[in-house]
Structure formats: structure tokens, C-alpha cells
């Protein structure tokens, strides 16, 4: 996945919907930080989205552009509509959006150190992955994201066992504090 594919997405999204302002929250967010990320950060198939002004009716989307579509069919990639709710972003997440503006449409990203964040909350071998090329090219920064993990909502294990994956990508990574 890359921009140019995310803006043909949304820009789509926007001439069925009407809507110009979307949120990405997933993965494919690191695209609003840096153009070229390592592929391990962009191989997702799915955009994480929801309209700016009324995530309600972001799944309106669905049948047009989401999973299973004419869209996925034709082009390979897919909207999946979300809740602003669903990630565990820490406090502040909305704060530090990292917009672009693509001319009809506009995006707004998760910044990248709130994506880690909820990634070590879930801890799926598929996030291990984005975290760990993330590290690698200095495009998380690990103090950051120790930081801001504590303010994210977390059920019952969740923070510890977080914690606990922060601290072997800090072993096997040889990311010292800062």
C-alpha cells in the first residue's frame, strides 16, 4: 500500500459518502508520518478508517468499498470502517493526528508512536512485525511509546503483558533508554 493508493481510496469514499476529512488509525497511518516506509510497515490490505466529522456513518462504506467489494476486487486493497473508539490509544492520540492534505480530500494519521501503543496492547505476531521494522528504522521511538502505553485504556493483563513485549523488542533490539 502506498499514498497514492490511500488517496484514490478516500477519494472514492469521498464522492460516495460527501465527506472530506478521514481518520486513519491502523497500520497504513504510517503513511502520514513518512512517504516510503519499510514494506513489513505497509503490506496491510485493509485502510482502518472512519469520516472525520461523522464516524457513525463510516460503515455506510462498506458495501462499496470495504471487504469483499467491486473496489477490493478490482484494485486489491479495501476501506475497513472503525470506530474511533476501538484502538487503545493513549491520551492524547487526537492531539497529534498528522494531517495531508490531498487537494478533494484530507487525511488525518495516527501518529506513529500512538499506533505502537495499541499494537503492544494487542500483540498479534503481525503487529510484532510492524513494531519491530518500525524500531529498526528509527521510525518509533521506543521511550516515546513507554511513555504514552500507560495512558492507553487497557483490560485486565493487557498493560503488563504489553510491557512485557516492549521489553523483549528492547532486549532482542538492543534499544537502550534514553
Given at each position: 500500500?502506498?499514498?497514492q493508493?490511500?488517496h484514490?481510496l478516500?477519494?472514492?469514499?469521498?464522492?460516495?459518502s460527501?465527506?472530506?476529512?478521514?481518520?486513519?488509525?491502523?497500520?497504513?497511518?504510517?503513511?502520514?508520518?513518512?512517504?516510503?516506509?519499510?514494506?513489513?510497515?505497509?503490506?496491510?490490505?485493509?485502510?482502518?478508517?472512519?469520516?472525520r466529522?461523522?464516524?457513525?456513518?463510516?460503515?455506510?462504506?462498506?458495501?462499496?468499498?470495504?471487504?469483499?467489494?467491486?473496489?477490493?476486487?478490482?484494485?486489491?486493497?479495501?476501506?475497513?470502517?472503525?470506530?474511533?473508539?476501538?484502538p487503545?490509544?493513549?491520551?492524547?492520540?487526537?492531539?497529534?493526528?498528522?494531517?495531508?492534505?490531498?487537494?478533494?480530500?484530507r487525511a488525518?494519521?495516527?501518529?506513529?508512536?500512538?499506533?505502537?501503543?495499541?499494537?503492544?496492547?494487542?500483540?498479534?505476531?503481525?503487529?510484532?512485525?510492524?513494531?519491530?521494522?518500525?524500531?529498526?528504522?528509527?521510525?518509533?521511538?521506543?521511550?516515546t511509546?513507554?511513555?504514552?502505553?500507560?495512558?492507553?485504556?487497557?483490560?485486565?493483563?493487557?498493560?503488563?503483558?504489553?510491557?512485557k513485549?516492549?521489553?523483549?523488542?528492547?532486549?532482542s533490539?538492543?534499544?537502550?533508554?534514553?
Amino acid at each position: 500500500m502506498n499514498r497514492q493508493q490511500l488517496h484514490a481510496l478516500l477519494r472514492k469514499a469521498r464522492e460516495l459518502s460527501g465527506h472530506q476529512e478521514f481518520v486513519i488509525v491502523g497500520s497504513l497511518s504510517i503513511l502520514g508520518a513518512v512517504s516510503d516506509p519499510p514494506d513489513a510497515m505497509v503490506m496491510s490490505i485493509d485502510v482502518d478508517t472512519y469520516m472525520r466529522r461523522d464516524p457513525s456513518r463510516t460503515g455506510e462504506l462498506q458495501a462499496a468499498l470495504g471487504q469483499g467489494s467491486d473496489f477490493e476486487n478490482e484494485f486489491g486493497y479495501y476501506l475497513d470502517p472503525v470506530s474511533p473508539n476501538l484502538p487503545s490509544f493513549p491520551e492524547g492520540w487526537q492531539d497529534r493526528l498528522i494531517e495531508i492534505d490531498f487537494g478533494e480530500v484530507r487525511a488525518y494519521f495516527v501518529e506513529p508512536n500512538d499506533v505502537a501503543v495499541s499494537k503492544y496492547m494487542r500483540g498479534e505476531e503481525r503487529d510484532l512485525r510492524w513494531l519491530r521494522a518500525g524500531l529498526k528504522s528509527k521510525l518509533l521511538d521506543m521511550d516515546t511509546i513507554e511513555r504514552r502505553i500507560g495512558s492507553a485504556p487497557a483490560l485486565d493483563g493487557e498493560l503488563p503483558a504489553a510491557r512485557k513485549r516492549i521489553a523483549s523488542h528492547r532486549q532482542s533490539l538492543k534499544l537502550v533508554s534514553g
